[in-house]
C-alpha cells in the first residue's frame, strides 16, 4: 500500500507563491511518475504538473512558467513552487503517484489553495 500527504495550501494574493509538498510512504519502491492535479468548483479534476523517475517534467500550459514540480527521492517527496499566482488557479490541489510494480495508482487527500484577487 501507498500513503500520500500533502500541505502547504492555504490563501494567498493574486501574484503571490505558495510550495506544496507532498510526503510518499508505503510500497514505494518502484515509483514512476509523480504528479499534481486541481479540481475547481463545478470543474473536473484536471493535471498540472507530472515528473517521471529520470527527472522528466510536464506541465499543463495554464502553468507553464510560474510552476515547478521537483522530487526529492531521498524524502520520498514530491513539491509544487507556484509563483505568480492566479484566481483561476483556486482548488483542491492533489498528489498523484504512478507505481509500476505492482501496479497502481495512489491519491492524497488534497490540500486547498485559494487565490484572491
Known amino acids: 500500500q501507498v500513503q500520500l500527504v500533502e500541505s502547504g495550501g492555504g490563501l494567498v494574493q493574486a501574484g503571490g507563491s505558495l510550495r506544496l509538498s507532498c510526503v510518499v510512504s508505503?510500497?514505494?519502491?518502484?515509483?514512476?511518475?509523480m504528479g499534481w492535479y486541481r479540481q475547481a468548483p463545478g470543474k473536473q479534476r484536471e493535471s498540472v504538473a507530472i515528473?517521471?523517475?529520470?527527472?522528466?517534467?510536464h506541465y499543463a500550459d495554464s502553468v507553464k512558467g510560474r510552476f515547478t514540480i521537483s522530487r526529492a527521492n531521498a524524502e520520498n517527496t514530491v513539491y509544487l513552487q507556484m509563483n505568480s499566482l492566479k484566481s483561476e488557479d483556486t482548488g483542491v490541489y492533489y498528489c498523484?503517484?504512478?507505481?509500476?510494480?505492482?501496479?497502481?495508482?495512489?491519491w492524497g487527500q488534497g490540500t486547498q489553495v485559494t487565490v484572491s484577487s
Open positions: 515528473i517521471t523517475s529520470g527527472g522528466s517534467t
Open positions: 508505503g510500497s514505494i519502491s518502484s515509483i514512476n511518475v
Open positions: 498523484n503517484v504512478i507505481r509500476g510494480f505492482p501496479p497502481g495508482s495512489y
